[in-house]
């Protein structure tokens, strides 16, 4: 819970510094479940971002304008009508709950003064943005429209009494006492429990910090808690809210994904050296970085998914057809006894009679009796055509299905090593650049946006590396761009990497003629079996050959290749420090 009544208040303490008397100019609704003002103030423009989304339920000042839909939601256009030039007199938290309301005065369609009120409920998937007349108390419209299908309790609706959302029943964060903290207490050994369940307005993982300050620090066994030491942490942050203080913080686990945020640090992060921080000057850049990157994060996981579920589907369709040509090879190289079952009958027309349905004759070969089965429809000499026409079919059958073989396990090492990149992709530049391979493979069906409309140029961009020798080393990040790399950038003498039979990049270790070290060698093995489907594993075998033995075949799919005077290092995965 990022956004918790604390950080709610520190919001309320910087926007009413930053927006107090501000003038709304614009107001614009990018997406189905955000809403973001252009308010003019003193200080020059400011954003004003709300989201309701589920998984971005948040308040903050943005920089930038995001892009909007050529038609404005109906939800933005009331919001227009009532809010056009309304100044903000006033922005409080509702009794220290994740509740901001935003006071405004306009003017209504006879020029006489009004009041209107925004209140944003920051309360996860049941988050909401609604415009209220204050005069009434009424709703005019919200962001999220609440029938009594889908809560009997508290419908949102235009036109309906606004109520607020049910009391928890706690004691607000800016109104507890020590007293209040000392009576709360049950469980000496885990007070964040009782802390979270008595203090409105305070998130788990604030809620262990309180308690860590009771510890004074330090939770070992038999240490008393002191609810005073708790009481004086939370005062501290009450302070700093209102003397505008805070420390805003972001905690990012090992991958630096983000995986919280807070107007002070927290204990639960802290003591963990799995995470670490990031400092920032006010709470709205935070929460912007905060929110940014995690929804990069979950876009960029989504979109991955998405490909590589495409991909495992193209997979699975050519695993299943090399399956069944397999088959049909294993029947056709059988097809030498329809050949002896041809010559046998046509050397021994004279003991088959029309009638019969099978026949056992000598073979010449080696003597051994054979059986033939027979179609008694037919006399002996179209028996044998038949049988001469089958081995002629599983022939030629044989032939066919060899090349099909081949070409179909081509395919499967070129849709291997799709999956291995979408999988290792870091940005959705990556991952456009693998669907526009796909598409133009014809994996994927492309959808023309415009007719004959001129399809964007991608510049390649591998990875670079330094090695510990100052030397270059570039991979490739999609199977386009190794077959540049390899075939275009590199020259002859310099050498090429990629891991023995393992999906990955092409990796360049540029020389401009000069000779490698081993150490070269090593740390160049080391980043081809970093970006490859080995990643993972240990000791992973690298080939490595100079660029004039890597040659691409006629038809090739991109990437695919085949290579020559190589050599086999056995290395674990590592990029350079």
Request: a neutral charge; one cysteine or more.
């Amino acid at each position: 819970m990022s956004f918790d009544g604390m950080v709610t208040c520190a919001c309320a303490e910087e926007l009413r510094q930053q927006l107090l008397l501000g003038k709304i100019e614009k107001i614009y609704q990018p997406q189905p479940e955000q809403l973001l003002l252009s308010i003019h103030t003193r200080q020059g423009r400011r954003r004003l971002f709300m989201s309701a989304a589920g998984n971005h339920s948040a308040v903050y000042l943005v920089e930038e304008t995001p892009e909007n839909p050529v038609t404005p939601p109906v939800f933005c256009m009331v919001m227009r009508k009532h809010l056009g030039a309304a100044r903000i007199v006033d922005i409080q938290q509702h009794e220290n709950d994740r509740i901001l309301e935003i006071t405004l005065e306009t003017v209504d369609e006879m020029g006489f003064s009004v009041n209107r009120k925004i209140v944003v409920e920051i309360m996860g998937k049941h988050s909401n943005i609604l415009l209220l007349d204050m005069g009434t108390g009424r709703i005019i419209d919200s962001i999220k429209h609440v029938s009594i299908d889908v809560n009997r309790a508290r419908q949102i609706l235009p036109g309906k009494d606004y109520e607020y959302p049910p009391a928890q029943h706690k004691t607000p964060f800016t109104l507890v006492t020590s007293e209040q903290i000392a009576s709360m207490i049950t469980n000496q050994l885990q007070p964040e429990r009782d802390l979270l369940d008595g203090i409105q307005g305070i998130s788990p993982a604030l809620a262990q910090t309180l308690a860590m300050a009771g510890f004074d620090g330090d939770q070992a066994q038999g240490t008393p808690f002191d609810p005073s030491l708790a009481y004086s942490a939370l005062q501290e942050m009450v302070s700093a809210i209102r003397e505008h203080r805070t420390s805003p913080v972001v905690y990012l686990n090992e991958d630096d994904q983000p995986a919280d945020f807070h107007i002070t640090p927290l204990a639960l992060y802290e003591n963990d050296p799995g995470y670490h921080s990031l400092s920032f000057d006010s709470l709205s850049q935070a929460a912007r970085y905060y929110f940014v990157h995690r929804e990069s994060s979950n876009t960029i996981r989504q979109k991955s998914n998405d490909l590589q579920r495409v991909i495992r589907s193209a997979l699975d369709k050519q695993k299943l057809k090399l399956q069944r040509l397999n088959t049909d090879l294993q029947k056709a190289e059988k097809a030498d006894k329809y050949r002896l079952y041809g010559e046998l009958l046509t050397a021994n027309l004279h003991q088959v009679k029309q009638s019969d349905e099978k026949v056992t004759l000598t073979s010449y070969y080696d003597g051994s009796q054979v059986t033939i089965p027979l179609d008694p429809r037919y006399p002996p000499s179209r028996n044998a055509q038949n049988y001469f026409k089958k081995y002629a079919k599983a022939r030629t059958a044989l032939r066919e299905k060899a090349v099909q073989v081949e070409q179909t396990t081509a395919e499967i090492d070129y849709l291997e090593s799709e999956l291995a990149f979408a999988e290792q992709a870091r940005s959705l530049d990556e991952l456009s650049l693998i669907r526009t391979e796909l598409v133009d493979a014809g994996v994927i069906r492309f959808r023309k946006k415009q007719k004959n409309a001129p399809r964007k140029k991608n510049k390649p961009s591998p990875w670079s590396y330094t090695l510990s020798s100052g030397r270059t080393v570039l991979a490739g990040r999609n199977n386009q761009e190794n077959d540049w790399l390899t075939l275009k950038r590199a020259a002859g003498t310099d050498l090429w990497f990629h891991t023995k039979d393992i999906p990955g990049s092409h990796v360049i270790l540029l020389l401009d003629r000069e000779e490698p070290t081993d150490q070269d060698l090593l740390e160049a093995a080391q980043i081809a079996a970093w970006h490859s489907k080995g990643s993972s594993s240990a000791n992973v075998p690298v080939d490595y050959t100079k660029v004039r033995h890597v040659k691409k075949p006629a038809g090739a799919r991109p990437g695919m290749v085949i290579f020559t005077h190589n050599r086999t290092l056995y290395v674990d995965p590592k990029l350079p420090e």
